[in-house]
């Protein structure tokens, strides 16, 4: 049985956070359960996107890497990252895939802005691999969240906004 609390230390009911693994979500609650005797508070995030809610204990919220979305500073040197230059390491793709998948997961948007940077083809270069599109577009998508969220806009005006300072660089 649930019982409904307002907020735990750090959280509170109606706050964006971005779990790494999935990116950016709303706490819908914080509530206590009893799990097999144990009573536990949990936080249960929405991820509208992915039609997904999560219940993480909130005593292991901080070790999973859940946190509050970045500030507009932090989201500043990640869009400055977009400007940068590619770094395309010369390793074989699986092993810079599974670095790629590795920054996306960590949640961190200068990482997830290195990804984009990094995948991002303007238009006269040459076409991109199946399994580089899937992870571009899991990086932008992960990044254009966190952009909407931090800023106030809808997804697909973060996606442009993206898009535009990558093309200016």
Same mark, same amino acid.
């Given at each position: 049985?649930?019982? !409904? !609390?307002?907020?735990?230390?750090?959280?509170?009911?109606?706050?964006? *956070?971005?779990?790494?693994?999935? &990116?950016?979500?709303?706490?819908?609650?914080?509530?206590?359960?009893?799990?097999?005797?144990?009573?536990?508070?949990?936080? *249960?995030?929405?991820?509208?996107?992915?039609?997904?809610?999560?219940?993480?204990?909130? =005593?292991?919220?901080?070790?999973? &890497?859940?946190?509050?979305?970045?500030?507009?500073?932090?989201?500043?040197?990640?869009?400055?990252?977009?400007? &940068?230059?590619?770094?395309?390491?010369?390793?074989?793709?699986?092993?810079? #895939?599974?670095?790629?998948? =590795? !920054?996306?997961?960590? &949640?961190?948007? *200068?990482?997830? #802005?290195?990804? *984009?940077?990094?995948?991002?083809?303007? =238009?006269?270069?040459?076409?991109?691999?199946?399994?580089?599109?899937?992870?571009?577009?899991?990086?932008?998508?992960?990044?254009?969240?966190?952009?909407?969220?931090?800023?106030?806009?809808?997804?697909? #005006?973060?996606?442009?906004?993206?898009?535009?300072?990558?093309? =200016?660089?």
């Amino acid at each position: 049985m649930a019982t !409904k !609390k307002k907020s735990t230390s750090e959280f509170e009911e109606g706050d964006h *956070v971005v779990y790494p693994a999935h &990116g950016v979500g709303r706490i819908m609650a914080i509530e206590t359960q009893v799990i097999s005797g144990m009573t536990l508070d949990l936080i *249960v995030i929405h991820f509208e996107k992915d039609r997904m809610t999560l219940r993480v204990p909130a =005593a292991k919220s901080t070790s999973v &890497g859940m946190r509050k979305l970045s500030s507009p500073d932090k989201l500043e040197t990640a869009l400055a990252t977009l400007k &940068g230059r590619a770094r395309v390491k010369r390793t074989m793709w699986s092993r810079r #895939a599974q670095e790629y998948e =590795a !920054k996306i997961n960590s &949640g961190d948007p *200068v990482s997830i #802005a290195e990804v *984009v940077r990094d995948l991002h083809r303007n =238009a006269g270069q040459p076409e991109q691999s199946y399994s580089e599109r899937q992870i571009y577009e899991a990086a932008l998508d992960r990044l254009a969240r966190e952009v909407a969220a931090v800023e106030h806009i809808d997804e697909t #005006a973060a996606i442009e906004r993206l898009e535009k300072v990558l093309r =200016a660089a």
